[in-house]
């Protein structure tokens, strides 16, 4: 494979990782990991890793600025992918969790609507769920339904999802995917698997994985 597919291949990963604002690791601890990455992959390409990340940089802005032109990304977004990497001093988003932009990585807007379904506090009810109750038992004890819940939890986020695609932070494919996706997310906070985690589910604040 030539330098040039490498690097290439490598940026595509970068505006991947950009596109994802749930954080798992420290950024101390992402800029070690990333400095190791970068290091050995300019070791096997013959160049210093400042060159490296030169060219991994530019590449990465302009598959950025290919896809605000194609429409699947707006500019506002990715400016933002550009602040955070200048914000930590990273790249590659190595130790970001979730899967990229993935519209859906991460739920911690969810996980707050569903607390403030139930008149609850999110730490009271990771607390249950973690308990080993289910979202339906949680509901039944404060004198609600499952439905009603989930309810109030879709109306909420679609109701974000319309905000930001009328300040056109999202696109309008951006939205609709989003919008189909939530029952599929929603599901998850009443079945038995879902543990308080809040980083399952689709965020309101979607940001865009940026097609090759």
């Known amino acids: 494979m030539s330098k040039k597919k490498l690097i290439a291949g490598v940026a595509t990963v970068a505006v991947l990782a950009g596109g994802s604002a749930a954080v798992a690791a420290t950024t101390t601890e992402r800029k070690a990991e990333e400095q190791a990455f970068l290091a050995d992959a300019a070791k096997r390409l013959g160049v210093s890793s400042e060159q ?11 598959r950025l600025a290919a896809a605000v032109k194609a429409g699947t990304l707006t500019q506002e977004q990715a400016d933002a992918i550009k602040a955070r990497r200048a914000a930590d001093g990273t790249l590659l988003g190595i130790g970001r969790g979730g899967p990229g932009g993935h519209r859906g990585g991460g739920g911690p807007a969810l996980f707050a609507d569903a607390a403030k379904a139930l008149g609850i506090t999110e730490d009271a009810l990771e607390t249950q769920l973690r308990d080993g109750k289910t979202l339906a038992q949680i509901a039944q004890a404060e004198g609600k339904t499952l439905a009603d819940v989930t309810a109030a939890v879709k109306q909420a986020a679609v109701a974000r999802l319309d905000a930001d695609l009328k300040a056109k932070r999202i696109t309008q494919a951006q939205h609709d995917e989003a919008v189909d996706r939530l029952d599929e997310h929603i599901e998850r906070l009443g079945d038995g698997k879902f543990r308080g985690d809040r980083g399952a589910g689709p965020r309101s604040d979607v940001t865009p994985t940026p097609t090759p």
């Not at 490296?52 to 302009?62: F, G, I, R, V, Y």
């Open 52 to 62: 490296l990340t030169s060219a991994l940089t530019a590449a990465q802005d302009a």
